[in-house]
């Protein structure tokens, strides 16, 4: 079996090079000189309510996480901050989204809560934040006028229209399998049946001797029986029509905070002239690339969507390159300082996180 450490070197490997490809072909027709010529000249003063509102951002991730974690346990804020801050420092500063199961993790240890019915709550947060892309999506195709002609070459890839409406479908399909699966599990009528088939599973190895399949059912199958219905608990969200409305209140808020950040940047960003609605469209284009493999903080795929985002709109590419490094810089590095702020507070360190 492949260690821990190896698969976190091989993510690592894999993503360095997929990045390293992205921003080659990003920036290989921007000459260098000019790029940081167009950095001296950006007016760094817009940098301050443009990561205010990103950080804002967070702080109704943090809300609606406890929101959603109601059934589980009521978490007040700090508790829920501390976990949900050092998951988003990991992710960037680690490879394979560790901090994904890190929060959890995290969670569980501080607060003595059943680690997989935390887990499903994270779940049910993920879910929602596709969601509400694809629905995103769909309005930006809608109301924005989009050259199909515009064609950028990175990694290999000819990123279009065409493209992007193809990893939509996607990205639909995939959300559209969990949200049943969510479902299913949520509800004790399904969920009894689920367990049911568990169960019985061992009974299909007919090749094995009875004493070994029976091993098997109370070792294993019986665990993972166990590990659904502990699941089904951070799912009970769902069951509230009154807190899964606020929820999907609170994502549209934080979506377009993200939006907005982008937004009060440009003004500060030379030759850059988009509208809200198309600073939040190059957001989208970013967040749905960056669910590609890629190196910690996802360095050059970042900078890749956001050009290509930005050009959509007949921004120049040296432009669009110089206002997306400096988004991606100062969008996060405040993740990456608070979240180690927020583990020494709490006396984690990143090796332990980590674990």
């Not at 934080?254 to 939006?259: A, D, F, K, R, T």
């Amino acid at each position: 079996m492949i260690s821990f450490k190896r698969k976190a070197l091989l993510s690592l490997v894999v993503g360095f090079l997929f990045s390293a490809l992205a921003l080659y072909f990003t920036l290989k027709n921007i000459p260098l000189a000019d790029l940081f010529t167009y950095l001296q000249r950006i007016n760094y003063f817009w940098i301050i309510p443009s990561m205010f509102a990103a950080l804002l951002s967070y702080a109704v991730r943090i809300w609606r996480w406890q929101i959603i974690m109601f059934p589980v346990k009521r978490a007040g804020f700090m508790s829920a901050f501390h976990p949900l801050a050092i998951g988003f420092m990991l992710n960037c500063i680690l490879p394979g989204r560790i901090g994904e199961i890190a929060r959890p993790a995290i969670y569980y240890k501080r607060e003595n809560v059943d680690f997989f019915k935390v887990v499903g709550t994270v779940a049910i947060e993920r879910v929602i934040d596709a969601l509400c892309l694809l629905v995103f999506f769909i309005f930006i195709l809608a109301t924005i006028t989009i050259d199909n002609s515009l064609d950028v070459t990175f990694a290999g890839y000819h990123l279009s229209p065409e493209l992007l409406r193809k990893l939509f479908m996607i990205t639909l399909g995939v959300s559209i399998a969990l949200t049943v699966i969510i479902i299913l599990i949520s509800f004790s009528r399904t969920r009894r049946l689920i367990n049911k088939i568990i169960l019985k599973l061992p009974d299909t190895l007919f090749f094995m001797n009875s004493h070994v399949r029976e091993t098997m059912r109370v070792r294993v199958f019986s665990s993972v029986a166990h590990y659904v219905e502990h699941l089904s608990v951070g799912f009970n969200v769902l069951k509230s029509p009154g807190y899964l409305v606020l929820c999907l209140a609170q994502s549209i808020v934080l979506w377009w905070l993200l939006g907005l950040s982008v937004w009060l940047l440009a003004i500060g960003c030379p030759g850059i002239h988009i509208t809200i609605l198309q600073a939040f469209a190059v957001e989208i284009i970013i967040c749905f690339a960056i669910m590609l493999p890629s190196v910690p903080g996802y360095w050059g795929l970042w900078e890749a969507a956001g050009v290509f985002g930005l050009m959509l709109f007949g921004i120049p590419a040296n432009a669009a390159a110089g206002m997306i490094l400096t988004y991606h810089f100062f969008h996060l590095f405040p993740i990456i300082a608070i979240g180690l702020v927020s583990a020494m507070i709490i006396g984690i360190d990143i090796n332990q996180a980590t674990h």
